[in-house]
């Protein structure tokens, strides 16, 4: 069985950085990811979206983000596509999967597995064809008919990026108001090639002549009509899996994993960072996940070698 001193769960960017920041400190470090490429939600969700908060950084993509994360750290520290299902305890080791053993684990699993959740209409394989819950590639619909089901940040973001390359997008939404940015939806609505059908809820959907045949119907009355697209994109959201953290006995509240001051979970030796974690006043922002990355290792290390000196990268030495 392979030893480590720290395991983190969870390759998305505070997972990424986590690794990182355990590497520079000499922890011999493994992290997992269960799905086959690094990068989390950034990667999955919004890789072309401009993110405005990242210090140092007056914008980057999502995709330039996990690729300068990535960089200083060897890709044997990463293992992908690996699904952590049990943590159980040996001495001083908790023992991962039966395969690896660590003195301590860093929970950076921010939303947990997400799933997105599904159009909830009866479709088949062929319509299943023309209907996409990730987009990660815009330019692939180039001239394009296209429409883009939701009312979140994701829904408007994609709106936007597809506005860039396609002929057409139709925005679509069950409510008049949207919960994404107003900013950004001032934008769509300069945008000569963008409709918005609000409020709307499609009804029935089916493949003529190669084209996704789409049936709106208006909330609130009998009104409804028929558009045809290319291709659709649902951001209806996506739903959390924690039921392994509960399995684990980790305390969670309605927001997250309860961590102390010191990032540290109910249970000793394991950590939480990120998105995954809830305190007081606490906001769910990359940047601050990357300071509580820095604190949970700095914790970490103090424990399990206290006779070594920590040294602190800032502008006080």
Same mark, same amino acid.
Do not use: C
């Given at each position: 069985?392979?030893? $480590? ?14 690794? @990182? ?26 890789? %072309? ?7 140092? $950084? ?31 305890? %040996? ?5 991962? /999967? ?54 979140? #940040? ?43 059908? *609000?409020? @709307? ?7 003529? #002549? ?25 951001? $209806? ?15 969670? *509240? ?5 961590? %102390? ?9 394991? $950590?939480?960072? +990120? ?13 601050? +996940? ?8 700095? /914790?970490?290390?103090? %424990? ?14």
């Amino acid at each position: 069985m392979k030893e $480590y001193d720290v395991a983190i769960i969870g390759g998305g960017p505070v997972g990424i950085f986590s690794t @990182y920041f355990a590497n520079l400190h000499g922890l011999k470090t493994i992290t997992f990811e269960a799905l086959d490429k690094i990068g989390g939600q950034v990667q999955w969700l919004f890789p %072309n979206k401009e993110i405005k908060d990242i210090p140092a $950084y007056p914008s980057i993509s999502g995709t330039e983000l996990i690729e300068n994360l990535s960089t200083s750290i060897n890709p044997k520290a990463i293992k992908t596509n690996y699904r952590v299902e049990t943590i159980s305890k %040996n001495n001083d080791l908790f023992v991962i /999967n039966s395969e690896f053993a660590t003195k301590a684990i860093i929970l950076a699993t921010g939303l947990g597995a997400f799933h997105p959740k599904r159009l909830p209409l009866k479709t088949s394989s062929i319509e299943d064809k023309f209907i996409h819950y990730f987009m990660t590639d815009p330019i692939k619909y180039k001239d394009q008919r296209v429409a883009v089901l939701g009312g979140g #940040d994701s829904a408007l973001d994609w709106t936007l990026q597809l506005a860039k390359v396609v002929k057409h997008v139709t925005l679509i939404h069950r409510r008049p108001d949207f919960r994404g940015m107003e900013s950004s939806l001032n934008q769509l609505k300069n945008l000569n090639n963008v409709k918005i059908s *609000t409020p @709307y809820l499609p009804k029935n959907i089916k493949v003529t #002549d190669n084209l996704l045949e789409l049936t709106l119907h208006k909330v609130g009355n009998d009104g409804k009509y028929i558009e045809n697209f290319d291709n659709i994109f649902v951001a $209806y959201g996506f739903k959390s899996d924690n039921r392994l953290l509960r399995k684990w006995g980790v305390d969670i *509240t309605p927001r997250g994993i309860k961590v %102390n001051r010191s990032m540290a979970t109910n249970i000793s030796g394991i $950590y939480a960072v +990120g998105d995954s974690v809830d305190y007081t006043g606490r906001v769910p922002m990359i940047g601050l +996940g990357f300071g509580e990355a820095q604190i949970a290792i700095s /914790n970490i290390m103090a %424990n399990l070698f206290p006779e070594k000196k920590i040294t602190l990268h800032s502008t006080s030495i």
